[in-house]
């Protein structure tokens, strides 16, 4: 069946560091693929998504890119805030048969000043 | 901003007794969804709800749980008889459209004793 998985966290930065939270994907067809973050005692909100390979997703300084050669969508951002201290799920919607959304475990990001 | 709300917030409950969760969409919003978390879990599909009927779920949502959207505006999981593995964060999530950009509530936690 469709399955994301992500790198294990926490991930620790300091304020200004560059980052990366690797997602692969297993699914059949062509999903559409999200990056979604809980901030402390919050319900999780769409950061950014792509629909099609080499789409990029962007928003709030994040980036990320549809690879279907490599089944991946991997966050990027140049420079970490103390702000992005959140977790971060990947996901993908199937766009065919079942229609969920399939999340990842979720990656603890911690920035300090 | 429109947003999605829950409660209640936390509820703690005995084995065995109903325990209903409530969520109030995002108003003009047409698909509606449950997930749950357990601690240090993936973010789990539960069902899904559309035009006043189940449209999808998981092997999870067995006879125990149903869901209700009783006056067009709230939107209702009932468990009926709980169990200690029903312990969880369950997250309503409403959406415009079939895409996977759902907007998610904060959470309901569940302690079953």
């Known amino acids: 069946g469709d399955s994301v998985t992500q790198m294990e966290g926490p991930v620790t930065l300091s304020e200004e560091a560059f980052l990366t939270i690797n997602c692969t994907y297993t699914?059949?067809?062509?999903?559409?693929l999200f990056w979604y973050v809980q901030y402390p005692g919050e319900g999780l909100q769409l950061l950014l998504k792509a629909t099609k390979a080499d789409d990029k997703g962007s928003n709030k300084g994040f980036e990320a890119t549809y690879r279907k050669e490599t089944t991946s969508f991997h966050l990027e951002k140049g420079s970490v805030q103390v702000s992005d201290s959140a977790v971060y799920f990947c996901?993908?919607?199937?766009?065919?048969?079942?229609?969920?959304?399939?999340f990842g475990t979720g990656t603890r990001l911690l920035v300090s000043p | 901003e429109p947003e999605v709300t829950q409660t209640p917030s936390h509820q703690v409950t005995q084995m065995g007794q109903e325990v209903i969760l409530r969520c109030v969409p995002i108003s003009n919003h047409l698909y509606f969804y449950w997930y749950r978390q357990i601690l240090g879990q993936k973010v789990e599909f539960l069902v899904s709800?559309?035009?006043?009927?189940?449209?999808?779920k998981s092997e999870i949502f067995d006879d125990q749980f149903s869901v209700e959207r009783p006056d067009g505006s709230n939107f209702t999981l009932k468990i009926r008889s709980t169990k200690l593995e029903d312990s969880a964060m369950y997250f309503c999530?409403?959406?415009?459209?079939?895409?996977?950009?759902?907007?998610f509530g904060e959470g309901s936690r569940l302690t079953v004793l």
């Open positions: 996901a993908l919607w199937p766009n065919t048969g079942f229609q969920k959304l399939v």
């Open positions: 709800f559309y035009n006043n009927e189940i449209s999808e």
């Open positions: 999530a409403s959406s415009g459209t079939n895409t996977g950009e759902l907007f």
């Open positions: 699914a059949t067809g062509y999903p559409s």
